[in-house]
C-alpha cells in the first residue's frame, strides 16, 4: 500500500511570490490534513478536508488556502509569501475524522522563502 | 489553548536503557496519540490511547495515561540507536473543533 505522497521535495521562493504543495493520500482516506512545522514551533495545523470539503482551519491568515479534489488528493496555497513561512509542510490522511483514527503522514514539502 | 507538552524538550540516553517522556495537556480529550519524526522525515504513528484507558503496550512502547492529571508517559524500553527521533503527543478536545493539537516534541538521542 503506497503511503502519503506529497510533492515537491523542496521549494525555493521570493517574499512575495505563490507556492502550490500537493499531497495524495493513502487509497481510501477521504480526510487530509496540513500541517506547518516550523523550526522549533511544533507542528501548527492548517486545514483539514473531507470528502472534499474544508471542515476545519487553524489560525492562519487567509493567504494559506487549499482545495481537495474528488480523487482525495489535496492542494495547499500559499500566497503572498512571506519569510516566516518558511518551514516544513506536513500533509497527512486518515480513513476517518479526528478523534478516532491515527493520521498518515507524508514526507513533507521543505518550503524556503529567500 | 489546549496543546500537548512535553517533557523533557531532549533526552539522550545509552543503548540498552530505557527512555521516558512526558506530555501534559490542558483540557479534556476523546483520545490520546504518540507520533515519532526521524530527522527531515514525516510523523509516523505509534499508539492510540483512548481517554477511558489507562495503559498500553505495543512492542517496546509502554503508554499510560492519567486523565485526572491530564498526563501521559511513553516509555521506550530497551532502547537502540534506531529510537533516535523526536516524539510528539497529539491530542483532540472532547466536543471540540475535531483537529489534533500536537506539542513541541522531545529529541531522544541514543547512543550506541
Known amino acids: 500500500e503506497a503511503g502519503v505522497t506529497q510533492s515537491p521535495t523542496h521549494l525555493i521562493k521570493t517574499r512575495g511570490q505563490q507556492a502550490t504543495l500537493r499531497c495524495s493520500p493513502i487509497?481510501?482516506?477521504?480526510?487530509v490534513y496540513w500541517y506547518q512545522q516550523a523550526l522549533g514551533l511544533g507542528l501548527q495545523f492548517l486545514l483539514w478536508y473531507d470528502e472534499g470539503e474544508e471542515r476545519n482551519r487553524g489560525n492562519f491568515p487567509p493567504r494559506f488556502s487549499g482545495r481537495q479534489f474528488p480523487n482525495y488528493s489535496s492542494e495547499l496555497n500559499v500566497n503572498a509569501l512571506e519569510l516566516e513561512d518558511s518551514a516544513l509542510y506536513l500533509c497527512?490522511?486518515?480513513?476517518?475524522?479526528?478523534?478516532?483514527?491515527?493520521?498518515?503522514f507524508g514526507d513533507g514539502t521543505r518550503l524556503s522563502i529567500l | 489553548s489546549q496543546q500537548g507538552e512535553e517533557d523533557p524538550q531532549a533526552l539522550s540516553i545509552q543503548e540498552g536503557e530505557n527512555a521516558t517522556m512526558n506530555c501534559s495537556y490542558k483540557t479534556s480529550i476523546n483520545n490520546l496519540q504518540w507520533y515519532r519524526q526521524n530527522s527531515g522525515r514525516g510523523l509516523v504513528h505509534l499508539i492510540l490511547i483512548r481517554s477511558n484507558e489507562r495503559e498500553k503496550h505495543s512492542g517496546r512502547l509502554r503508554v499510560t495515561l492519567d486523565t485526572s492529571k491530564k498526563s501521559s508517559s511513553l516509555l521506550i524500553t530497551a532502547s537502540r540507536a534506531a529510537d533516535t527521533a523526536s516524539y510528539f503527543c497529539?491530542?483532540?478536545?472532547?466536543?471540540?473543533?475535531?483537529?489534533?493539537?500536537f506539542g513541541k516534541g522531545t529529541k531522544l538521542t541514543v547512543n550506541p
Open positions: 497529539a491530542t483532540d478536545a472532547r466536543g471540540g473543533s475535531e483537529k489534533l493539537v
Open positions: 487509497s481510501g482516506h477521504t480526510s
Open positions: 497527512a490522511s486518515s480513513s476517518g475524522t479526528v478523534p478516532n483514527q491515527p493520521q498518515h
